[in-house]
């Protein structure tokens, strides 16, 4: 039986599913959540195998004491899902300084933290799996959510990094991708109002933050089926260490490989000419 710990357990989203996920295989998990209250009645439906703490990950010393607390209900963590996240929409040059800092605590410098905070009892016992959740938005940018795709890419670089430290000490790092799933996550934005400080790229942000509204409710990915290729590539023989879900989000991130690979041979003899 294995203990995973998730973040972002929001009814609704990513985080119950790999509950629900983990509960059916006979594990015990650890969720968190702002506002665990919404979880109750769920987590007494499934008994002591079901530990919900109250945890606003962007802030150190609670995720320590979540961790802690994990630690001595269930003995240790074996699982840690990193799904807390989300963006907010506003142009690279016109987004408010807070909502670029928001958004950087919550997708990247609230997921070293819970790592931080897991890995030493990982390390000790010499196995663990860290799932950290991106987003194809941390392969390819999208007008209106640079900072969302800034703070995924730098989450992808830091987890290949994070891969090759930890490999030795037998544990391993999967980075998850999805394109667009069918959560509760854009209908976040429906009473969000536009916040842009430059009013040229008004029209732009509107504009998605329309499409957004128009998309909620009919993304064609499904939760519970992203969750279970997950599991499947973390019980594969050769474990990838990234995954991409979705048929969109496939097609876009592998053409965006292939019109970068284009790009480079174009440009190889400048790339050879630049060494002594």
């Known amino acids: ?127 663990g799996w860290i799932v950290n959740m991106s987003s194809v938005a941390g392969r390819v940018g999208g007008q209106g959510f640079g900072y969302y795709s800034a703070a995924k890419f730098a989450l992808e670089g830091l987890s290949e990094t994070l891969r090759q430290e930890v490999e030795p000490f037998g544990v391993r790092v999967l980075v998850v991708e999805p394109g667009a799933f069918r959560t509760s996550a854009f209908s976040y934005f429906q009473n969000e109002s536009v916040n842009e400080t430059v009013d040229a790229y008004v029209p732009m942000v509107e504009a998605v933050k329309a499409a957004f509204m128009d998309h909620n409710g009919k993304q064609a990915g499904d939760p519970e089926r992203g969750v279970q290729a997950v599991i499947s590539a973390m019980n594969a023989p050769v474990p990838p260490h990234r995954i991409v879900l979705g048929n969109s989000g496939y097609d876009v991130i592998v053409a965006m490989h292939e019109n970068a690979l284009a790009e480079l041979r174009a440009n190889e003899k400048l790339s050879r000419s630049a060494d002594f």
């Open 1 to 127: 039986m294995r203990t995973w710990f998730i973040t972002g357990g929001t009814p609704g989203g990513f985080g119950l599913v790999y509950a629900e996920a983990a509960l059916k295989q006979g594990d015990q998990v650890v969720v968190t959540a702002r506002r665990p209250s919404e979880l109750q009645e769920w987590a007494a439906s499934h008994g002591d195998r079901v530990l919900v703490l109250q945890l606003d990950v962007t802030d150190a010393d609670q995720v320590r004491a979540a961790v802690k607390a994990a630690e001595e209900r269930f003995g240790g963590i074996d699982v840690l899902v990193n799904n807390a996240g989300r963006g907010w929409y506003g142009s690279v040059e016109g987004a408010p300084d807070e909502t670029i800092r928001r958004t950087f605590d919550l997708n990247l410098f609230a997921v070293v933290e819970v790592v931080r905070a897991v890995l030493p009892g990982m390390r000790a016992r010499g196995d």
